[in-house]
């Protein structure tokens, strides 16, 4: 594949993994050994990509975090791969917190779940996520993208566009990209039909 698409300008990225995790589909860590398994994988994949030459040589690759997660067991391990080229790597990490408001009921099968949020308390909590990569990037140098965040439309308008509006807010002042999750069923940002908005006004956060 890499080959195939080597002449490809630098608006083509490739990233190996979706959500890696471990034989047993654990979502924590289990053991140190997944872990440096994970990493002599990413090894592996940047080596392969320059190895192919052309624009590969220094196309920007991602490197998604154990299940995409963002704890620090997960971050304190994680070895930023050796590159020939300098500067074309990115961390990827999936954010959706907290899951008891952001996903849907029938999605984790529990009850215990709330329907409001944006007070101190959920802002401090979602901050310390946040302070976490700004300070796993300031350390490893490394630019981070929160490549999926959402929140599913069982919530009140109102909810979800608090919920946007402080995450946009906090990520931007932290120079972290990010990419809304829409899998058009639980997460809907687009009528895949209409190819129209479902909420305008969501959208008018999500760009700005």
């Known amino acids: 594949m890499a080959t195939l698409f080597k ?5 083509l990225l490739f990233s190996p993994f979706n959500e890696l995790r471990d034989g047993f589909g654990n979502w924590s860590v289990s053991n140190d050994t997944i872990l440096e ?12 990509i320059r190895s192919t030459g052309g624009n590969n040589k220094w196309r920007n690759l991602i490197l998604t975090t154990y299940a995409a997660g963002v704890n620090n067991d997960i971050l304190k391990k994680f070895r930023v791969p050796n590159d020939s080229t300098f500067n074309h790597l990115l961390l990827e990490c999936h954010i959706y917190h907290p899951v008891n408001f952001t996903f849907n009921e029938i999605n984790l099968g529990s ?7 944006g007070s101190p308390s959920d802002k401090r909590s979602l901050n310390k996520l946040f302070n976490s990569l700004s300070s796993f990037m300031k350390k490893n140098k490394l630019p981070f993208i929160i490549g999926e965040f959402g929140v599913a ?9 608090e919920y946007y ?9 932290l120079k972290i990209g990010t990419l809304v999750f829409d899998d058009s069923h639980d997460f809907v940002i687009i009528n895949r039909k209409t190819k129209e908005f479902i909420n305008e006004e969501i959208v ?4 700005s």
Not at 7 to 11: F, L, P
Not at 111 to 117: A, N, P, S, V
Not at 165 to 173: A, C, D, G, L, V
Request: negative net charge; charged residues 40%; proline residues 0%.
């Open 37 to 48: 398994n994970m990493n002599r994988l990413y090894q592996l994949f940047v080596d392969t």
């Open 7 to 11: 002449d490809y300008d630098d608006r």
């Open 204 to 207: 008018d956060i999500l760009v």
């Open 165 to 173: 509006e402080y995450f946009r807010k906090q990520t931007k002042k």
């Open 111 to 117: 009850t215990d779940f709330i329907y409001e949020w």
């Open 153 to 161: 439309d069982r919530n009140s308008i109102m909810e979800m566009k």
